[in-house]
């Protein structure tokens, strides 16, 4: 099975930086992989899709980007409001694995 | 409005059954395939299971292959997870999960737009 890794497992950044997490696929998924933010106690939220497709209605400070085994999700300006875990999954094929997620805080 | 509410959790013992069932409104069940994922409290995301629209494919993950089956009623808009053989690591909330518009096809493999607030399942003795 293929696996998903994400970098770092947990950041924290200045209200208004320039974020990035990585997710590395362990072989080539072509463009399929999405991005959900979780905040705390909170359910899932669909973000980007198809590797660098915005979501209807997520602020336009994220952004995604990659192809084959290396991709990002980039927040351009960090808001107070994306205090959050992040996670990649992967749905080429099953299994529809997740990477272990990202945890974002505010320093 | 677009809704998907999961019930049917609960606490069992080890090797005692559940069934999970996940109640689609505000949108055409049958357009869509859906998967359960679930996540242990403070842990990531584990996908579970996904069926495609009509229930002609399907998938598990290995961790619960051979002991949980999934299923849906299009009929009654309602999607299950009848589990099996439970262990105490099959505890976790377990989350209903709607694939995208377009997702009416073969494959049962897709990324979630919709979720719901999901059903707490605990195995202990």
């Known amino acids: 099975d293929i696996q998903m890794t994400q970098s770092p497992s947990s950041l924290s950044a200045s209200i208004g930086d320039r974020v990035t997490i990585t997710c590395r696929a362990s072989?080539?998924?072509?463009?399929?992989l999405a991005w959900y933010q979780q905040k705390p106690g909170k359910v899932p939220k669909l973000l980007i899709y198809?590797?660098?497709t915005l979501q209807s209605g997520v602020p336009s400070r994220f952004s995604g980007s990659g192809s084959g085994t290396d991709f990002t999700l980039t927040i351009s300006s960090l808001q107070p409001e994306d205090v959050a875990t992040y996670y990649c999954q992967k749905y080429n094929s099953a299994p529809l694995t997740f990477g272990g997620g990202t945890k974002v805080e505010i320093k | 409005e677009v809704q998907l509410v999961e019930s049917g959790g609960g606490v069992v013992r080890p090797g005692e059954s559940l069934r999970l069932s996940c109640a689609a409104s505000?949108?055409?069940?049958?357009?869509?395939?859906m998967s359960w994922v679930r996540q242990v409290p403070g842990k990531g995301l584990e996908w579970v299971s996904g069926i495609n629209w009509n229930g002609g494919s399907l998938g598990y993950a290995d961790s619960v292959k051979g002991r949980f089956t999934i299923s849906r009623d299009n009929a009654k808009n309602s999607l299950y997870l009848q589990m099996n053989s439970l262990r105490a690591e099959d505890t976790a909330l377990y989350y209903c999960a709607r694939g995208p518009v377009g997702s009416r096809s073969f494959y049962y493999f897709y990324y979630m737009d919709v979720w719901g607030r999901g059903t707490t399942v605990t195995v202990s003795s």
């Open positions: 198809a590797a660098s």
């Open positions: 072989q080539g998924i072509s463009n399929y």
């Open positions: 505000g949108f055409t069940f049958d357009d869509y395939a």
